[in-house]
């Protein structure tokens, strides 16, 4: 009895292992679809406005901007005005807006100035886990690049992405400038929009890549 008791628990403790190794096989090639796939079933639209430092001021005002003093131009440094949409499945976290210059390869992240949404001004971040985009997709790989800095609370010089809350449906609005000494962007199809989600524990599951179309 106790060798067949032996056996009996070898076997339990091996179909046990079985199926735990099994059940981290089907999460890692769901994980794996979720980073190829999860973005499919959200719509997304960006237009974008390439306004002269004059206009910014009531460009920003007329979409939607009421938050303290108006936002102005700088013609030193280009101004790019997104109006994004999109629609889907709610979920939890954020959804995070990276602007890319395609001009450049690899596309250059375009740095926010300020966004703001239903909910009213949302600011703009980075975090070290946005850089695992540059791992899992090729289009993405200058978001690897962070310039060292003595202040590293800041948002590094050359990154930054504008949330937004995950909802089922919404809007969002970004000012963008290309940058000290950046090639004066002309035609807005040169400009990429990574639409990413980030769940409640700050942890990105996947991008979706959106073309810009020039604001009607």
């Known amino acids: 009895m106790g060798r067949h008791g032996a ?6 403790a091996l179909v046990a292992a079985t199926v735990a190794v099994l059940a981290t096989v089907d999460r890692l090639r769901d994980r794996e ?13 960006v237009e974008a406005f390439l306004p002269t430092a004059g206009q910014v001021a009531d460009l ?3 979409h939607g901007w009421r938050n303290g003093a108006a936002v102005t131009g ?8 997104v109006r994004l949409s999109w629609s889907g499945p709610a979920r939890p976290g954020s959804y995070q807006v990276i602007l890319l210059d395609t001009r450049t390869n690899p596309a250059r992240v375009v740095r926010p100035h300020s966004g703001w949404d239903a909910a009213g001004s949302t600011g703009f971040n980075w975090d070290d886990e946005y850089e695992m985009l540059s791992q899992r997709y090729d ?10 800095s003595s202040d590293s609370l800041t948002t590094p010089d050359n ?6 809350h995950a ?19 002309t035609d807005p199809t040169h400009l990429l929009v990574a639409f990413c989600h980030v769940d ?5 599951r996947w991008a979706k890549r959106v073309p810009v179309t020039p604001a009607a």
């Open 7 to 12: 056996r009996l628990r070898w076997v339990v």
């Open 33 to 45: 679809r979720e980073w190829e796939q999860g973005g499919a079933v959200v719509q997304v639209t």
């Open 74 to 81: 700088n013609p030193q440094n280009q101004s790019v005005l």
């Open 167 to 185: 909802t089922s449906a919404g809007s969002l609005v970004a000012l963008f400038q290309m940058g000290m000494g950046a090639e004066p962007l």
């Open 159 to 164: 990154l930054g992405a504008v949330g937004t």
């Open 139 to 148: 289009w993405l790989a200058g978001t690897a690049a962070r310039p060292w």
């Open 60 to 62: 920003t005002a007329a």
């Open 200 to 204: 409640a524990d700050g942890e990105v």
